[in-house]
Nanobody, 117 residues
Framework: QVQLVESGGGLVQPGGSLRLSCVAS????????MGWYRQAPGKERELVAS???????VYADPVKGRFTVSAGDAKDKVALEMNILRFEDTAVYYC???????????WGKGTLVTVSS
């Protein structure tokens, strides 16, 4: 089992920046990828950014060039640096971890990001 706890959400104006953090505990040595998803009101949960411990990163097209995902080598944390925030970035952001050998995905409870003037 892996437990994930997010922090760093809040209210920010358009064009502003915010940093989300997630701390992982439990069977973290088996984690193969970590990242962030988001779910806006009335929409499905979608990938924002993901990073593997081979160093491979994936970003959703809407956030490329604005968001940066990073993870500690100890697999105990993952962060999302968000810049030039837009109204459409408003969502609940969920931390995610995957253990490929277990074929299991783990989720945090989410943190709300609101972009508003």
């Amino acid at each position: 089992q892996v437990q994930l706890v997010e922090s760093g959400g809040g209210l920010v104006q358009p064009g502003g920046s915010l940093r989300l953090s997630c701390v992982a505990s439990g069977t973290i040595d088996k984690i193969t990828a970590m990242g962030w998803y988001r779910q806006a009101p009335g929409k499905e949960r979608e990938l924002v950014a993901s990073i593997t411990f081979g160093g491979f990163t994936v970003y959703a097209d809407p956030v490329k060039g604005r968001f940066t995902v990073s993870a500690g080598d100890a697999k105990d944390k993952v962060a999302l640096e968000m810049n030039i925030l837009r109204f459409e970035d408003t969502a609940v952001y969920y931390c995610h971890a995957r253990i490929a050998s277990y074929n299991m995905n783990y989720w945090g409870k989410g943190t709300l990001v609101t972009v508003s003037s």
